[in-house]
């Protein structure tokens, strides 16, 4: 790789992002989400004679069996200690509860609430801020069904609580601390970054959103790279290259971006000043990713250079099939265009699950892309199974007979 450039000379502020990044599309303010959706149905019912999702995806209680039995797998074979809720975990739960918000089948609920019961709704024990708000998206969800205010009473304390790595204490609380040679902005953390907005909805305190809005644009600042549309991993990344001369935009980096979003702009309000731009950084991006989709539906480690590592990957297919079907669900990505892509990485996700439940081809703990082992997963990847199948059962709509719980 080419020796990588010192990031902050290079960085360029947010607002130069989007004026210079040519054919970022947009979706004019007022366009309510709903809306957009009905839209986006009534094009496919128009091409078909019947809704498109009919046409592409299998039948809800199919989806149901598949996000029942991975889920299993992963409970009968964890990866990480019985006391953990770090990030692995944390991500594995947030599909628990998508799984649970789609379907609304009890065993999903009660199992995030056994988790947080048993620890007892504290944040993340990881050096990097962001991370440890993984886990209190769960416990935040969790207080918006049940109300119970000591869900979410430890998160709001952390926050509030000066300290290097907490809002209260730094005001890049967010960055990279893994060890003392590092301290930059990186991608991963995006994934936590819901969890500011679900915190804003649950208390109706605006310093949330504050907070949310200057942690995305200072990593999207630093990392996002207008010729692509999507995201370096870290600053080390920025002039690396492979050794075809292609750029290291890593396929899971991209994912807890693309993910992250979308579960930002679900619990966002409509009219706060941000959604517009990070409405358009997620359009873009599903813009950029259909393209480098593989003919087995699913992507692969390097997002600029699939030869780099061609095995296929399925943490950050996980992850783009969930924002796509969540785009489609929620009317800001157009159906037509976007459903044959949820269609083919669907299928490519399940025709990588082992008979017993297991996701193969998921990319071990890494900052960057590497080759991948098919007997390789981790209780991540089974959470972006999780996410990517709770919005494709959403989007697929009841069964014709019924069927789903």
């Known amino acids: 790789m080419n020796a990588p450039k010192a990031w902050a000379a290079i960085a360029l502020p947010f607002s130069v992002l989007f004026a210079a990044a040519p054919g970022w599309p947009h979706l004019p303010a007022h366009v309510h989400f709903a809306s957009a959706a009905r839209v986006g149905i009534a094009a496919g019912e128009a091409a078909s004679g019947r809704p498109l999702s009919e046409d592409v995806l299998p039948q809800r209680q199919k989806i149901l069996a598949d996000l029942r039995s991975v ?7 964890p990866v990480m200690k019985p006391d953990d809720r770090n990030w692995e975990r944390g991500t594995w739960y947030t599909g628990v509860m998508a799984a649970w918000k789609a379907t609304h089948d009890p065993t999903f609920l009660e199992q995030a609430l056994r988790w947080g019961q048993k620890q007892a709704w504290q944040v993340g024990t990881e050096p990097n801020g962001a991370n440890r708000l993984f886990c209190v998206e769960t416990w935040t969800e969790l207080y918006l069904i049940k109300n119970d205010k000591s869900m979410i009473a430890p998160a709001l304390q952390w926050l509030a609580t000066p300290d290097p790595i907490s809002p209260a204490g730094s005001q890049r609380w967010y960055t990279d601390h893994y060890d003392e040679n590092r301290d930059f902005p990186y991608v ?11 915190l804003a909805k649950a208390t ?31 600053p ?12 290291v935009l890593w396929s899971r980096g991209n994912g807890w971006a693309f993910a992250g979003i979308a579960r930002v702009l679900e619990y ?9 731009r990070y409405l358009q950084v997620f359009q873009r991006m599903a813009a950029e990713l259909i393209k480098r989709q593989g003919a087995d539906g699913l ?6 250079d699939s030869a780099q590592y061609p095995n296929p990957e399925t943490s950050g297919t996980g992850f783009f099939c969930f924002g796509l079907a969540w785009g489609i669900h929620h009317g800001v990505l157009d159906r037509q265009k976007y459903l044959p892509a949820v269609q083919k990485a669907w299928n490519g996700l399940t025709r990588n699950v082992s ?16 080759v991948v082992a098919r007997d390789s997963t981790h209780e991540y990847v089974t959470g972006a199974f999780l996410l990517a199948g709770s919005e494709v059962y959403s989007v697929r709509g009841p069964d014709p007979r019924g069927g789903s719980i």
């Not at 080390?236 to 750029?247: E, H, L, P």
């Not at 966002?268 to 517009?276: F, Q, S, Y």
């Not at 008979?355 to 590497?370: A, R, Y």
């Open 71 to 77: 889920n299993a797998w992963q409970l009968a074979h």
């Open 188 to 198: 991963d953390s995006l994934y936590g970054a819901s969890a500011l907005a679900m």
């Open 204 to 234: 109706g305190d605006r310093k949330y959103l504050d907070i949310l809005g200057s942690f995305l644009d200072d990593v999207t600042g630093q990392l996002l790279d207008r010729e692509t549309g999507l995201y370096w991993r870290d």
């Open 236 to 247: 080390r990344f920025i002039s690396a290259q492979t050794a075809n001369g292609k750029k």
């Open 268 to 276: 966002l309000p409509a009219n706060d000043p941000i959604r517009e």
């Open 299 to 304: 992507w692969r480690a390097n997002l600029d």
């Open 355 to 370: 008979p017993e439940g297991k996701v193969l081809w998921g990319q071990q703990v890494d900052g960057e892309p590497h």
